[in-house]
């Protein structure tokens, strides 16, 4: 995928990818019946997985910038800022999260609401982590004048 998206090539060599990543599926899909489906991991099985997420990848690419600007995209971004502060927290956070719920449940609050209370309450104190203790330490953007590629191209 990486060779494929990151490295400028000839239109034919990327359609050779494609067309390779499609075949891999093809024989890999042909092999499942001999597969044995009692054992935890089938190589074909995961070769066929993983050749159509790597299609997936390359063909939505061109809708990046559409779902990024889009309500689910901005809101997946913003969580995706918060989630190295969930996995530093979880293990305190989910006790208090957990009492939390507890206590809701031991006052009339319906048992639907138990995961997306404790949910809430992860993502509530992940993110108030991440205001309080990453925010403040996490480098500044650079400007656009300073960056090294601005500075080689004023100089040819």
């Known amino acids: ?4 998206l990151c490295i400028p090539r000839a239109r034919w060599k990327n359609l050779l990818i494609d067309c390779g990543l499609v075949a891999l599926i093809a ?4 092999n499942w019946p001999t597969s044995d489906f009692t054992q935890f991991r089938s190589v074909y099985i995961e070769w066929t997985v993983a050749a ?11 809708w990046d910038e559409f779902f990024k600007n889009s309500i689910a995209g901005r809101s997946l971004c ?4 918060i989630t190295y502060s969930l996995y530093l927290t979880h293990e ?13 449940l031991r ?7 138990k995961a997306p209370l404790e949910i809430g309450m992860l993502v509530l104190l992940g993110t108030a982590f991440w205001y309080l203790c990453e925010r403040p330490f996490l480098n500044k953007p650079l400007r656009e ?6 500075r080689l191209r004023s100089q040819t």
């Open 1 to 4: 995928v990486f060779y494929r």
């Open 27 to 30: 024989l890999s899909f042909r």
């Open 52 to 62: 159509v997420f790597a299609l997936a990848i390359i063909y939505l690419r061109r």
């Open 78 to 81: 913003a969580f995706g800022l």
């Open 92 to 104: 305190y956070n989910t006790h208090l999260a957990v009492a939390a719920s507890g206590w809701g």
């Open 107 to 113: 006052h009339s609050m319906p048992a639907v609401l």
């Open 145 to 150: 004048s300073t960056a090294p590629n601005h």
